[in-house]
Structure formats: C-alpha cells, structure tokens
C-alpha cells in the first residue's frame, strides 16, 4: 500500500523527462526486444554486467531458499526460530546495505563506471567467504554472525548492477535491458538454484527422509558461484568506458 500510495504521489506530482534528452541519439523509433537484445550482446560490458547480476541472484537467493530447512535440520530450529533470526538480518543489513550502496556510489569519486564495476567485484568476491563458512561451521553462533555477512551483500549488487546495464543500453533500451536483466535473474534464482540446491540434497542423501549433512553438502557446492559473479563484474570494468560511450552515441 505504501508503494502505491508513493506512485500516486509520483504520478500527479512530477513530470516525466524526455528520454535520452542529455544523449547524442535522438531517433524516435523505438527498438524492438530483438534489437535490443542484439544491441546488448555486442556490448561486452553489457555481457558481463548483466551475468553477473544474474549470478548474484543465483548465489545469493539460490543459498538463501533453503536456509531456514538447513538451520531446522541442523540446529533443531522451528520454522519461527529460523525466520525470525533470519529477519532481523533481512531487515536491518539489508536495508542498511542498500543505502550503504546509494550513499557510496553516489559520492564523486564514483562517476567513473569501472570503479563501480570494481566495487562489485570486491564486495562479492569477499562476501562469498562467510557464503560458504555459514554452512560449514557446525557452531550456530559463527554461522549467524557470517549470515549478518554474506546477507546484505545480496542487497548490495542490486542498485549498481542494474544501473551500470542501463547505461550499457541505448537510451530507448535502457527499460527493456533491465527487464532482460530481471528475468535472467529471476530465472537463475527462482527456478535453476532451487532446482539444483534440492536435486543435490536428495542425491546426497542416501537414506532418503532429508538430512543436515545433504542439505548442507548441496549448499557448500553453490556458495563459491558468487567467486563466479565477481568475475564477471571484474571483466565488465575493461569495457565498460568505450562501452558506454558507444550506448549513448558518442561512437
């Protein structure tokens, strides 16, 4: 209700820009999502900023689905333990790290693109470590401070990755590549890491009835992706300048 209400606000209360009014392209056409995707694919940077965004969510959230099943398997917990310990890291590191990440982008030092795309490579890189030490440990206590971690890094990503395929689009594609964007995302997290975190669990488990140890095995073997996501936000930062030159029509 809140965000419908602030829409409303939005709608009567401020005009809408012209699109790509600060860009040297000025066509009026609007892409197709063939050409768009077309477009984007040509764009290195694109390429890479956009897998790792979708890799992030597959790291990240794909982890994040079973845990409150891993912490009942393996620490006793009932569903209300798991998610109210869980809660609180979602509510206070994750809104604290998107704001965190607004503030620190938009300082000035930050209005070079490749250092963004460096943020994201080290914030991810570091953060797989308590990714992965969360389902190691067998000490309740050590895995929910490298849940306090790992969680906000998965708030993170999101502002400054879908920002940097914004500006890798053209200015007429700039909505649809972060719709493409959503979807790779959605589609990773929602649909293949569930799906591989649970075939992993069952095949582990021998016995069948589920397990911690399945449960916990299929999890370690996720968590070093966001390794792969960091890279891909690493490789993003070679082309990212000319790229974006070339999105809003200076090459």
């Known amino acids: 209700m809140p965000g419908i209400i602030l829409a409303l606000i939005i709608m009567v209360t401020i005009k809408e820009p012209k699109r790509g009014r600060l860009d040297v ?6 892409p197709t999502i063939m050409e768009t995707m077309k477009f984007l694919w040509s764009q290195k940077s ?28 393996t620490y006793g917990m009932d569903e209300g333990e798991a998610g109210s310990m869980l809660g609180w890291i979602y509510l206070i590191g994750g809104i604290g790290a998107s704001l965190l990440t607004a503030w620190v982008v938009a300082r000035p030092t930050y209005t070079d693109p490749r250092k963004i795309a460096r943020l994201l490579a080290v914030v991810t890189a570091l953060a797989t470590i308590p990714s992965f ?23 993170f990503y999101i502002g400054p990755a879908f920002a940097l395929c914004q500006n890798l689009a053209a200015p007429k ?5 972060v719709a493409i964007s959503l979807v790779v995302a959605n589609v990773l997290n929602l649909i293949i890491a569930p799906a591989i ?3 992993l669990s069952d095949f582990f488990d021998a016995a069948g009835g589920g397990n911690a140890d399945s449960l916990r095995l299929a999890q370690l073997i996720l968590a070093p992706t966001g390794l792969w996501a960091a890279w891909h936000y690493w ?6 300048i000319e790229d974006q030159k070339r999105a809003i029509g200076y090459v």
């Open 25 to 30: 392209v000025t066509e009026d056409k609007a």
């Open 46 to 73: 694109a390429v890479h900023a956009m897998t790792g965004s979708g890799l992030s969510a597959f790291w990240g959230w794909g982890l994040m689905w079973f845990t409150p099943l891993f912490m009942q398997r």
């Open 133 to 155: 030490l969360a389902y190691y440990t067998r000490d309740l206590g050590v895995a929910q401070v490298m849940w306090w971690l790992f969680i906000p890094a998965i708030y």
């Open 173 to 177: 594609m700039r909505a649809m590549a």
């Open 197 to 199: 975190v649970g075939g």
């Open 235 to 240: 490789r993003a930062e070679k082309y990212i």
